[in-house]
């Protein structure tokens, strides 16, 4: 993590803001801060999304490229993710820093996405399927990866879009396949079943979200909750190296559970509305 | 395909001696000391500085009477045509961090900060060719928001020679691909001296002259519109400078 | 050493010839079993034995070996060592976690090198000892815990979280209190407490994208005295309203191992008691 030096008295400070329901950003505790997001902002991928949240800033891009499936699953696509925390956050993520940050977080994304049904990316069962390669760059760190990560992820995957198959011979035990190359000629993915994750730190007696790179170091044990549009949980994660109480935690996933399914539908009007705007929509990238 | 037409035009549809458009922003984080994005055509990067700051790791590195400068190249995983499977650690990336880190130490006033240290942090988010130029401009752009004193700013450009007789300026990933040889230059611009020179593949040297100079023009025209950025980004962020508004 | 070269190698990569056979199942449609009853003639909310030995290993420092059915687990703690390749003071002595499958214990060979899903088990397996281990009594220095699965049949992380607090326990670490751990396997209206492979498979694969039936398996990791839970874990796809019973179940199970626990360690010091008095 960004290395956060706070003293006692700040920590105390932190935990009576938090106590009295003002934080000190002048927040209180069930609210996020403003966050922008954009989507398609880089051509190279065949799906992007930016999102910053305070001083969070994650750019996500989808590549798409076809593999063989895994055998255990011949039915079914492949998707990977693969964090890459950019030392431009914090020098501490210089060369192999940041890796181990980074293999929690996909190890952790990966097992959150496991209801997202991957058959839909199969081309020819045991032959060929999608490979969709989940890349996120992690440019600054300002507390609460998960949330935005996860957002900036249903985005991009909102934005990908697949090229067509428009051919298929099966040429002596290979397949050959003929991929359309009209960049209009594609579908889309279904992320109704991409939840977002929705992380509570407990600080003191109570509990925050989305809690600045601060409140982190405040925090003991944060519950990360990953939420679906329906409300149906699709992983809970335990981060921080204290335990909670069996009531806390209880109240705790339900509490994040509310907050996930708002802000799912939240997410689903930004991007509604974003593409409503059309292609020919200014894009601002990171020159605003 | 010709790298130039008969009518004198690129595959982009741009003039042999015609630079892309570069769009930058000075100060985009706030964590870093100084921050910058730049845009050369469709290649995007951020660059990000750290410090002055105490050296970090071993005392061991830290130098007498200078500063040390630590950079790192490194590529977004999706910022190419085909995914690249690591970010950085390859042999490319390695070679980018070393010419990087000589066009950024020769300007650097390196005398002031003993026993300190300067990172230079550099992040390609698309990549289309002229990675290494956009990657020194963004740097400049970064160490003077970090208000780190440099001698002149340091501006890299590329040229190439179309045809065994055209120079050309600002080389695209697509003629990178079309073959071509590919001169690139980091310069000083203002006292014409040279930082970094590196060459791909060959011409005659009978055109040599006229390559090189017109990566150095290339480099003269990208410091002008460098140095709008930033006074136009100091009018922005404060009234410091009031004689500047006359300029 | 030189290679042999006479030797005809394998080939890289190797499918396990189950997935051809035709009875081999990804999707084991269980028959609706009778309500009350598994195939392995357990109850829904029935633990399979529990088996845990220590000082199993005599070149680490403490060891446990723990077995339920057929999943084996041993897990072996080493001294405190200083941090390697660390610079600065911390303050909080750390656990150093690696959770590995023997190449034999899957239907799937497992590498020597330790892939994503071990990695994330190890995550865990840290996440789930750290709150019950007295960190601040060995700062900057280091207790290596390494947990070998031999035979894997269903709550690999859940056996390994306890079997690797035992053997801290053994190694003598100071600690809070000791973790329990017990998985429990959902799938629609089924529940099964300590899931084998195969009722974990079915918990997992999702029947339809369109169902909204509940289908996970829930990891939850207690400290009895303490009454915390240290690591809880889901991965399935399930409602809110199914947890709340869910835990307290969980908890109650995890209360019923740890008396095993302290059983087992309570023999183990009255075995060295007795040693010493004839010595």
Redesign the interface.
Known sequence: M?SVLLNDAEKTFILHGVEVDLRCDGRRRGDYRPMELETDV????SG?ARLRLA?T?I?V???T?IDVPYPENPEEGKLEF?V?C??????AF???GGEDLANEISSRLSRAYQSLPLAPLCIVPKQACWKL?V?I?I????GNFYDAISLAVKAALFNTRVPQVTGSFLDGGSVDLEVSDDPFQCWRLDITKAPVLVTLSKIGDNCVVDPTAEEETCSVASIVVAVLDSGSLTAVIKIGEGSVHEQTLIETIKTAQKIGVELNSSLMTALNQEESLGPKRQRF???K | MDLISDQGLRVDGRRAGELRRI?C?LG?????DG?A?L?QG?T?V???V?GPHQI???RTKALQDSVVI?C?Y?M??????E?KKR???DRRSTEMTMLLKQAVSAVIKAELYPRSQI?V?L?V????GGNYCACVNAATLALIDAGIPLREYVVACTASLANGKVPLVDISHLEETMGGPNLTVAALPLSGQIAVMEMSQRFHIDHLEEVTQLALQGCRDIYKILDKAVKEHLLETGDFFPQLESN | MPSDSKRITGPETTIPYHYYLSDFSRKPDFKDPKVGERKNGRLPNEHRPVFLKTGVNSQAKGSAYLEYENTKVICSVFDPREIPNK?EFSPMGELYCEFKFAPFSCIKRRGHIRDAEEKELSFSLRRALEPAVCRHEFPNFQVDIYVYILDSDGSDLAAAITCASLALADASVPMYDLVTAVSVGICRHLQFVDPTNEEEQLCKKTASAESIDPQAVITLTYMSTLEQVSEFTISGTIGVCHLEDKIPALIKHCNAIYPLLQQCLIKNVKKSLGKKKYS
């Open positions: 960004a880089v051509s190279t991928a992007s001083n800033d750019l891009g989808v590549k490229e693969f890459d950019s030392a431009n956050a914090t020098p210089e060369g192999r390669y890349d760059l440019l600054e760190c300002g990238g990171f020159l | 769009r922003k985009v984080y706030d964590q870093p921050s994005y845009e469709h995007k951020l660059a990000a750290y970090r790791g071993s630590n790192q490194s977004a995983t999706f910022s190419t045509g995914r970010p950085r650690g990172d942090f992040e988010l698309q990549a289309d | 610079n």
